[in-house]
């Protein structure tokens, strides 16, 4: 049975705490040995120490509106990095940011209302935007100096989730999904993963003032126009920008040229 979007629930919120750790080390070990300068082919014009300053910085500004459990968008991003002044320091750095994370995590009851940019107004949005973040930049940095950047299917099939369902209010910094809009075209996105990932699917819905999820069990009967499956890493990575949709692993059907569009204004 397909399992879609809206039926799909976030993680338990210690998951989340857990993978943040694991990602952010796992960031850290690739990045420590190789070359600060290192160029990082899928962020253009980024070194490895622009990458691993731009996560260690999001997390510190993440954990800074937790702690404050802020109501209204900031005015400002500015924290106290504590930014080493050699950049070979950088890995060691971000490491050590790990206990101040889990202890803000741990801390936070994720359904304490704040602002968010997306769709959850609640402090468990902070949580899952920062484990993907750090976890699709993990992979930047490891592609960089040629480790292997496996994804766990389960955890990249929330995260096909978390951006889908986030995507519609993310046009401040990414504003070319403001240009996304139509007829009613529905794009499918679908998991062929086995195990886990299985059957996850989920539905998007072009309308003339913009798009957003199909809810689960509304015009679930609706042929899509255009959909595109593949394995939930490989999916997640393509929804990023980080793969092309006309690679063997995906399977594509309907308007390509609706897709070729859907990703030319999407990836961030």
């Known amino acids: 049975m397909t399992k879609t979007n809206q039926a799909r629930h976030p993680l ?13 080390r796992r960031f850290a070990e690739a990045v420590r040995d190789a070359g600060p300068a290192g160029a990082v082919p899928s962020c253009p014009d980024w070194t ?8 260690g910085a999001l997390q510190r500004w993440f954990c800074a509106l937790l702690s404050q459990r802020v109501q209204e968008a900031p005015r ?3 924290v106290e990095l504590g930014l080493p002044e050699n950049v070979r320091d950088y890995a ?3 490491a050590a940011g790990v206990p101040e994370v889990a202890t803000v995590l741990r801390d936070t009851d994720p359904a304490a209302a704040m602002w968010t940019w997306g769709a959850d107004p609640h402090a468990r949005f902070w949580a899952r935007r920062m484990l993907f973040e750090t976890l699709v930049h993990r992979v930047d940095a490891e592609r960089s100096v040629g480790r292997d950047s496996g994804v766990d299917p389960v955890l990249a099939a929330d995260g096909v989730d978390e951006f889908l369902v986030n995507l519609p209010h993310a046009g401040l910094f990414a504003p070319g999904v403001t ?4 007829d009613g075209e529905i794009l499918t996105f679908g998991c062929t993963d086995a195990g886990g990932a299985a059957g996850e ?5 072009l309308e003339p003032d913009g798009f957003r999820p199909v809810p689960d069990g509304r015009n679930s009967a609706l042929a899509a126009s ?3 499956r593949g394995p939930a890493a490989d999916l997640l990575l393509l929804l990023y920008g980080r793969r092309t949709s006309r690679e063997p692993v995906f399977a594509l059907s309907g308007d390509t040229a609706l897709l070729d569009h859907w990703f030319a ?4």
């Open 226 to 228: 255009a959909a595109v």
């Open 12 to 24: 338990p919120y210690d998951t989340y705490r857990e993978a943040i750790e694991q990602e952010t």
């Open 48 to 55: 490895l120490a622009d990458l691993t300053r731009h996560v």
């Open 179 to 182: 240009e996304l809009r139509g």
């Open 265 to 268: 204004h999407t990836a961030f």
């Open 201 to 205: 699917e989920w539905r998007v819905r």
């Open 92 to 94: 060691d750095w971000l």
């Open 76 to 78: 400002s991003r500015d």
